[in-house]
């Protein structure tokens, strides 16, 4: 068989164990995540509630939706240390059971210290969740496919917002039976599944290619090969270089600009029910439909733009128009005033907010592989982390000094912007990267020949 025969052949092979992949891994990854992010945003629908009932004020409510992400965000890298070195099958599984008894436990808050303690806790069990699912990414699929296998991990938070906000309105509506509040039912109700789906991923995920028992071992050698090789020419670096992933300047800047598109979208997603709530929208589940138009605008996002991305060819120049669409939108919505044209902006700053998102990752996985993606991903997911907290609580203080919900769209202005002006200084660092890899490189050949 000629060279371009056996290619060819090793193409096909690919291509239909990528499908496979695709079809068995992604709905598995988006149940989980999903549900995190269900367990993790649907006391944004508890907001006003919460200070009916246990005292909880609108900038404790800010602090509280934020500091979830300290503890998150601070044990993102050693969780997915841990996930590397105990497979991320084991350490999913266990993140989901312990949160999923927490998320739970949320039913039981008294005031805001208990607010603010069960937050912290929520955020601790969730640890190293989401950079686990992006460093099994690394391990299964090539370069190539990974927005479109991003944008469908993607898929699962939106569809939480398009779904989770209606379905937890429908909960809060369950209030006085059994002498429970609305929003107890629905931290009860919407805890239990988590601590179900993470058993399930126990026994049905596997770790690496050649776990899969779907796979013939050509489908396997296949995915194994591209999945690593093909950005970095060996397949896993030791331990002693993880702290290299976190010291490269690339690394750091697309964790800053993911730190302030968290700032604005983060807040954006906590607050929009209490955006809707101040139309004039009183009733529970007519507030958690209205809001599902982040998760509309969200979900379109990822199922589009990483599509395009795919296609187009220079990844700054990309991002760069995302993030320009997000200020345009957030611009857009703080000179509107019909509640119709709110509603759809609210769409259409999600739409940008939410489906730059997979290319971030994209991006930050073509210059990380093996222990340098687990401990690189968790870093720069634990900048942005930083941003879920800082969005939300300055959110609130917007709130409290103008009296208005909608007034953290003028946060997500400023924050868009900054992260505009950062884009052309990511793309001066990569090419820096890259020259300095050429030049050594041509170092190398230079002692060889």
């Keep these: 068989m000629n060279t371009g025969a056996l290619n060819d052949t090793v193409d096909a092979i690919h291509r239909a164990a990528t499908r496979k992949a695709m079809l068995r891994l992604i709905p598995l990854m988006c149940a989980i995540y999903f549900m995190s992010f269900l367990d993790r945003t649907n006391v944004a629908l508890a907001k006003v509630q919460l200070a009916a009932d246990v005292g909880i004020s609108a900038a404790a409510y800010g602090l509280g939706s934020g500091i979830f992400f300290i503890g998150y965000a601070l044990l993102e890298v050693p969780s997915n240390l841990a996930a590397h070195r105990v497979g991320p099958r084991r350490w999913i599984a266990r993140i ?40 099994m990414v690394t391990l299964w699929f090539a370069p190539a496919d990974r927005p479109i296998a991003v944008g469908w991990i993607y898929t699962a938070p939106a ?5 989770g906000n209606p379905i937890g309105g429908a909960l809060m509506q369950l209030g006085g039976m059994g002498g429970l509040h609305g929003w107890q039912w629905m931290f ?12 399930l991923l126990y026994f049905k995920l596997p770790e690496r290619p050649h776990d899969a028992r779907w796979l013939s ?29 976190l010291k490269r300047p690339t690394t750091v800047l697309i964790g800053l600009i993911y730190f302030l598109n968290q700032v604005a979208f983060v807040g954006l997603y906590f607050f929009t029910p209490a955006m809707i709530h101040q139309m004039h929208v009183n009733t529970p589940f007519l507030v958690g439909l209205l809001s599902s138009s982040v998760g509309v605008g ?10 395009i991305h795919r296609r187009y060819g220079n990844d700054c120049v990309y991002l760069g128009i995302l993030t320009a ?8 919505f703080v000179a509107a005033s ?11 700053t999600a739409f940008f907010g939410g489906g730059v998102l997979p290319s971030y990752w994209a ?58 002006a950062l884009v052309p200084v990511f793309a001066r660092a990569i090419r820096r990267e890259a020259g300095a890899a050429s030049a050594m490189s041509n170092a190398k050949a230079a002692i060889h020949s």
Excluded at 188 to 199: K, Q, T, Y
Excluded at 325 to 332: D, E, P, R
Excluded at 409 to 420: E, K, P, Q, R
Aim: glycine share 12%; proline share 3%.
């Design 96 to 135: 989901a059971v312990s949160w999923g008894i927490l998320s739970t436990a949320m039913m039981f808050v008294q005031g805001e210290w208990s607010f603010y303690v069960l937050r912290v806790l929520l955020g601790i069990a969730e640890a190293g969740l989401f950079p686990a699912l992006m460093y």
């Design 188 to 199: 009860m109700i919407e805890g239990i599944p988590s601590v179900l789906a993470g058993v």
């Design 325 to 332: 669409g997000l200020v345009a939108g957030a611009c857009a």
């Design 217 to 245: 071992a050509d489908e396997a050698r296949a995915l194994e090969a591209r999945a690593v090789i093909d950005t970095h020419g060996h397949p896993e670096l030791t331990s002693a270089d993880w702290l290299a992933a």
């Design 338 to 348: 019909h509640p119709a044209a709110r509603m759809t902006l609210l769409a259409v």
């Design 159 to 163: 569809l939480a917002l398009v779904l």
């Design 363 to 420: 991006i930050a996985m073509k210059r990380l592989q093996g222990i340098q993606a687990a401990a690189g991903l968790a870093f720069i997911n634990t900048i942005g982390l930083i941003g879920g907290f800082v969005g939300p609580y300055l959110f609130g203080m917007t709130e409290t000094v103008t009296g208005r919900s909608d007034s953290g769209f003028l946060v997500i202005v400023v924050a868009s912007v900054l992260g505009l």
């Design 298 to 307: 969200f979900l379109l996002g990822v199922l589009i733009l990483p599509r």
